[in-house]
Protein backbone atom coordinates (compact mmCIF):
# COMPACT_ATOMS: atom_id res chain seq x y z
CA UNK A 1 0.00 0.00 0.00
CA UNK A 2 1.87 3.28 -0.89
CA UNK A 3 0.54 6.76 0.68
CA UNK A 4 1.00 9.73 -0.96
CA UNK A 5 0.96 13.00 0.47
CA UNK A 6 1.14 16.28 -1.52
CA UNK A 7 2.49 19.47 -1.10
CA UNK A 8 3.50 23.01 -2.58
CA UNK A 9 0.04 24.35 -3.76
CA UNK A 10 -1.14 27.96 -2.74
CA UNK A 11 -2.13 31.16 -4.55
CA UNK A 12 0.03 32.58 -7.08
CA UNK A 13 -0.18 35.51 -9.96
CA UNK A 14 -0.14 34.56 -13.82
CA UNK A 15 2.92 34.05 -14.87
CA UNK A 16 4.67 33.12 -11.63
CA UNK A 17 5.94 29.44 -10.70
CA UNK A 18 5.49 26.76 -8.16
CA UNK A 19 6.60 23.51 -7.43
CA UNK A 20 4.49 20.75 -5.93
CA UNK A 21 6.32 17.73 -4.09
CA UNK A 22 5.00 14.47 -3.77
CA UNK A 23 5.91 12.45 -1.01
CA UNK A 24 5.50 8.41 -0.94
CA UNK A 25 5.77 6.34 1.93
CA UNK A 26 6.76 2.77 0.24
CA UNK A 27 10.51 1.76 0.42
CA UNK A 28 9.51 0.57 -3.30
CA UNK A 29 8.80 3.73 -4.50
CA UNK A 30 11.02 3.02 -7.19
CA UNK A 31 9.29 0.47 -8.59
CA UNK A 32 5.85 2.71 -9.31
CA UNK A 33 5.46 5.08 -11.94
CA UNK A 34 4.10 8.33 -10.91
CA UNK A 35 1.69 10.58 -12.51
CA UNK A 36 0.04 14.07 -11.52
CA UNK A 37 -3.56 14.86 -12.10
CA UNK A 38 -5.39 18.18 -12.14
CA UNK A 39 -9.01 18.41 -11.41
CA UNK A 40 -10.92 22.11 -11.62
CA UNK A 41 -14.52 22.46 -9.97
CA UNK A 42 -16.98 20.92 -12.49
CA UNK A 43 -14.42 18.93 -14.86
CA UNK A 44 -13.23 15.48 -14.90
CA UNK A 45 -9.48 14.48 -14.02
CA UNK A 46 -7.10 15.41 -16.14
CA UNK A 47 -3.93 14.02 -16.78
CA UNK A 48 -0.83 16.35 -16.27
CA UNK A 49 2.20 14.21 -16.81
CA UNK A 50 3.59 11.00 -15.31
CA UNK A 51 7.56 9.74 -14.92
CA UNK A 52 8.78 5.92 -15.59
CA UNK A 53 9.73 4.37 -12.41
CA UNK A 54 13.65 4.97 -13.17
CA UNK A 55 13.24 8.85 -14.14
CA UNK A 56 14.79 8.44 -17.37
CA UNK A 57 10.96 9.17 -19.05
CA UNK A 58 8.25 11.84 -18.71
CA UNK A 59 5.37 12.07 -20.73
CA UNK A 60 3.37 15.47 -20.29
CA UNK A 61 0.10 16.75 -21.76
CA UNK A 62 0.24 18.94 -24.46
CA UNK A 63 -2.04 21.93 -22.46
CA UNK A 64 1.37 21.79 -19.87
CA UNK A 65 4.04 20.70 -22.33
CA UNK A 66 6.75 23.69 -22.26
CA UNK A 67 5.63 25.07 -18.94
CA UNK A 68 5.43 21.99 -16.41
CA UNK A 69 8.48 19.27 -15.71
CA UNK A 70 8.32 16.37 -13.78
CA UNK A 71 10.99 14.81 -11.83
CA UNK A 72 11.81 12.30 -9.60
CA UNK A 73 14.21 11.54 -6.48
CA UNK A 74 14.07 7.96 -5.87
CA UNK A 75 16.36 7.81 -2.60
CA UNK A 76 13.83 10.58 -1.06
CA UNK A 77 10.86 8.96 -2.16
CA UNK A 78 9.62 12.14 -4.07
CA UNK A 79 8.28 13.20 -7.35
CA UNK A 80 7.89 16.75 -8.15
CA UNK A 81 5.99 19.13 -10.73
CA UNK A 82 7.62 22.25 -11.59
CA UNK A 83 5.26 24.80 -12.87
CA UNK A 84 6.14 27.67 -14.48
CA UNK A 85 4.33 30.57 -16.22
CA UNK A 86 1.00 29.48 -15.06
CA UNK A 87 -2.08 30.96 -16.80
CA UNK A 88 -5.70 31.06 -14.48
CA UNK A 89 -6.74 27.80 -16.58
CA UNK A 90 -3.80 25.63 -14.03
CA UNK A 91 -6.29 26.29 -11.47
CA UNK A 92 -7.04 23.17 -9.89
CA UNK A 93 -7.07 20.67 -7.13
CA UNK A 94 -3.65 18.51 -8.12
CA UNK A 95 -3.02 15.07 -7.19
CA UNK A 96 -0.33 12.60 -7.58
CA UNK A 97 -0.75 8.79 -8.34
CA UNK A 98 0.98 5.64 -8.44
CA UNK A 99 1.17 2.63 -10.38
CA UNK A 100 3.10 -0.37 -11.01
CA UNK A 101 4.44 -0.83 -14.50
CA UNK A 102 4.43 2.14 -17.21
CA UNK A 103 3.26 5.30 -17.52
CA UNK A 104 -0.77 5.58 -17.93
CA UNK A 105 -2.73 8.59 -18.53
CA UNK A 106 -6.06 7.23 -16.97
CA UNK A 107 -7.23 7.88 -13.52
CA UNK A 108 -8.72 4.63 -13.58
CA UNK A 109 -5.08 2.85 -13.92
CA UNK A 110 -4.21 4.30 -11.22
CA UNK A 111 -5.02 2.10 -7.71
CA UNK A 112 -2.47 5.42 -5.48
CA UNK A 113 -3.82 8.36 -4.92
CA UNK A 114 -2.80 11.34 -2.49
CA UNK A 115 -5.14 13.70 -1.31
CA UNK A 116 -4.20 16.75 -3.33
CA UNK A 117 -3.18 20.17 -3.24
CA UNK A 118 -4.90 23.42 -4.46
CA UNK A 119 -3.39 25.30 -7.28
CA UNK A 120 -5.07 28.96 -7.71
CA UNK A 121 -4.17 30.87 -10.31
CA UNK A 122 -4.91 34.54 -10.32
CA UNK A 123 -5.14 37.01 -13.24
Known amino acids: QVQLVESGGGLVQVGDSLRLTCAAS????????MAWFRQAPGKEREYVGG????????LTADSVKGRFTISRDNAKNKVYLQMNSLKPEDTALYYC????????????????WGQGTQVTVSS
Open 26 to 33: ERTFSNYA
Open 51 to 58: IRRSGDLT
Open 97 to 112: AARSGRIRTRPNEYPY
